[in-house]
C-alpha cells in the first residue's frame, strides 16, 4: 500500500487552464504538505493543513488554493496556469510537526505550455 | 533567519571509498536537522535525523550524520559507498514545534564503479 499517494503523476496542459492535484495518506499522519520542486531541484513549502485546520500559507499566488476534506486528504487546485508554474509538486504528511520527518509523495510534474 | 547551506552541487567518489555530503546550518533556537534522499523521479525518502542526544547518528542504508554545534554543520558519512547510493541528497533544519522544513539547495552523489 502506498503510504502517501498523488494523483496525477505528469499532468501537461495549457497555459490559462485550472487543474487540480490530489493526495491521500493512508498513515494516520495528522498534518499535510505541499512542496514545490523548481527545475535546479529546490524545494519550497507552500501550505501545510494540521487536522484540516490551515497553519502554513506561505508566499504563494492566490491562483494557488489548497483544500483539505479531511486528515488523510490535501488537494491543490491551480487556476489560470502560467508557464512559470511548471514543477514538481510533492505532497507530505507527517505526525505533529517536522521532529518525526515526513513522508513524502511521487510527486505531480506540471508542465504548462 | 533559518537557513541550510549545502556548498556542494555534486560529490563524486569511488565505490569503496567513505564518502561524505557536507550540510551547514543556521537557526535561532535549538535545531532540528534532517537528512533526505531523493532517487530520480522518486519523491523524498528520510534518512536520519537529529534531534538531541548523541551527536552522531545513525540511519537507513548504513549512513550517518555527525551534529557539531560549534561548526553549525550537520554532515552526511557513509564509511564504504555503494553505486546505488547515487542520487540527491537534502539537509533540512526545523525547530522545535513547528511544521516546516528549510532545506539545503541539494547535493548531487554520483558514485563511480
Known amino acids: 500500500d502506498t503510504a502517501v499517494s498523488q494523483t496525477p503523476k505528469y499532468l501537461v496542459t495549457q497555459m490559462g487552464n485550472d487543474k487540480s492535484i490530489k493526495c491521500e495518506q493512508n498513515?494516520?499522519?495528522?498534518?499535510m504538505y505541499w512542496y514545490k520542486q523548481d527545475s535546479k531541484k529546490f524545494l519550497k513549502i507552500m501550505f501545510s493543513?494540521?487536522?484540516?485546520?490551515?497553519?502554513i500559507n506561505e508566499t504563494v499566488p492566490n491562483r494557488f488554493s489548497p483544500k483539505s476534506p479531511d486528515k488523510a486528504h490535501l488537494n491543490l487546485h491551480i487556476n489560470s496556469l502560467e508557464l512559470g508554474d511548471s514543477a514538481v509538486y510533492f505532497c507530505?504528511?507527517?505526525?505533529?510537526?517536522?521532529?518525526?520527518?515526513?513522508?513524502f509523495g511521487s510527486g505531480t510534474r506540471l508542465t504548462v505550455v | 533567519a533559518q537557513s541550510v547551506a549545502q556548498p556542494e552541487d555534486q560529490v563524486n567518489v569511488a565505490e569503496g571509498n567513505p564518502l561524505t555530503v557536507k550540510c551547514t546550518y543556521s537557526?535561532?533556537?535549538?535545531?532540528?536537522l534532517f537528512w533526505y534522499v531523493q532517487y530520480p523521479n522518486r519523491g523524498l525518502q528520510f534518512l536520519l535525523k537529529y534531534i538531541t542526544g548523541d551527536n552522531l547518528v545513525k540511519g537507513s542504508y548504513g549512513f550517518e550524520a555527525e551534529f557539531n554545534k560549534s561548526q553549525t554543520s550537520f554532515h552526511l558519512k557513509k564509511p564504504s559507498a555503494l553505486v546505488s547510493d547515487s542520487a540527491l541528497y537534502f539537509c533540512?533544519?526545523?525547530?522545535?514545534?513547528?511544521?516546516?522544513?528549510?532545506f539545503g539547495t541539494g547535493t548531487r552523489l554520483k558514485v563511480l564503479a
Open positions: 537557526v535561532s533556537g535549538n535545531p532540528y
Open positions: 533540512a533544519v526545523s525547530v522545535s514545534g513547528t511544521y516546516k522544513y528549510i
Open positions: 507530505a504528511s507527517s505526525h505533529g510537526g517536522t521532529d518525526s520527518g515526513y513522508t
Open positions: 493543513y494540521n487536522n484540516k485546520e490551515l497553519i
Open positions: 498513515l494516520g499522519h495528522d498534518t
